[in-house]
């Protein structure tokens, strides 16, 4: 199985669109709290949908068991929380959440996980794709840049 996350800030929407079509994804699985902020630009849930059909031929769908509380993302944002903290805090949740039975494979195959982060590395989409690597085994992950 193939699982890619990206991040839609610092891309502009050629670029944003151009990765998933090279790509092939066959989902985009929003993984964002929020998906209908004006910060949001492109990316946006109903503009996503549109675009995703129409440049990638792709679908849409909003996960919101995959994505932290707010509270979570407030501490981490506006509190000071660290990411070692954040990171610790959001697996306990997706393991009680118990997505890896939740979530259907199949959703995931050939999907992309989105989130806002221009990087993986601080970003929640990789802890989320790393997480069900971790509990279903044969996945590989691909952070599109």
């Known amino acids: 199985m193939k699982l890619y996350t990206i991040g839609f800030t610092k891309k502009p929407a050629e670029k944003f669109f151009g990765l998933l079509r090279e790509a092939g994804v066959a ?3 929003d993984v964002r709290l929020n998906n209908v902020s004006q910060l949001s630009g492109f990316a946006k849930r109903d503009d996503l949908k549109y675009f995703l ?3 990638c031929g792709a679908q849409y769908t ?3 068991d995959l994505a932290p509380t707010q509270h979570m993302l407030d501490d981490y944002k506006k509190r000071d929380v660290g990411w070692a903290s954040y ?3 959001f697996l306990e949740l997706l393991k ?3 997505v890896e039975t939740t979530v259907p494979r ?3 195959n050939n999907a992309v996980l989105l989130c806002s982060e221009d990087s993986a590395q601080h970003c929640h989409r990789r802890l989320v794709a790393e997480y069900l690597s971790q509990q279903w085994g044969g996945i590989s992950i691909e952070h599109l840049a």
Do not use: C, F, N, Y
Request: net charge negative; no cysteine; proline share 0%.
């Open 27 to 29: 989902t985009l699985v």
């Open 53 to 55: 059909g129409e440049l």
């Open 62 to 64: 909003h996960r919101i």
């Open 87 to 89: 990171e610790e805090q």
């Open 96 to 98: 009680s959440r118990h």
């Open 106 to 108: 199949e959703l995931l």
